[in-house]
């Protein structure tokens, strides 16, 4: 039920039409609750419909104008019961995190390079976060409106802070794992790796075990 309240709350901000709010999502709600221009169009529907905004009458119509839209008292009601209301955090789930516990098993092939992709990800949106923060949130801009949304863009920098240190030290311990990967190669095929070139040959004749006429490969008599 989250995205028709973050309608309600772009809405309470400033009244848009869905064309504005899909373009205002994509620069602020969206970094924390992402919805395309089709879902955003479908919610307008549903909540106009059950009373909780209303289409603004243009002063002028004209055709193909963008409706805007507005919350009524009973969307407003609505948006501050489920602000208040109690909610439980989400448990966490991370295909990487599940990755990184797979490949303690099955060898770490390839997750270094995505490892460092992510890294680079993640350092590109921390900064664009703290571009936002130096742009909307100056010195001295401490209303009470102003303050909170501050907060919600201080959770994005920390939250980024954190997974970019946490991969930092992540690529730190992989460059120091004992290399294990012949080890692992053996045990999947069953047999040790030779550990000299793919073309070497032993030069000991006693090594070679070469059969002697008697066949006894010792030179017995």
Known sequence: MSLPHAILTALLEKPSSGLELTRRFDKSIGYFWSATHQQIYRELGKLEAEGLIRALSAEQPARGQKKSYEVLPAGRTELARWASASQDPKPLRDALLLRLRAA???????????????????????????DIEQRDFPPGRDGREDRLRHLVLRAGIDLETFWTRWLEHALTEFAELPDTERAERSERTGRAEPTGSPGSVPTDPSDSGRAEPDGSGSGGK
């Open 104 to 130: 303690a098993v099955v060898g770490t092939e390839g997750l270094e390079a995505d490892f460092r992709r992510h890294l680079e990800l993640h350092e590109r949106q921390l900064a664009e976060y703290k």
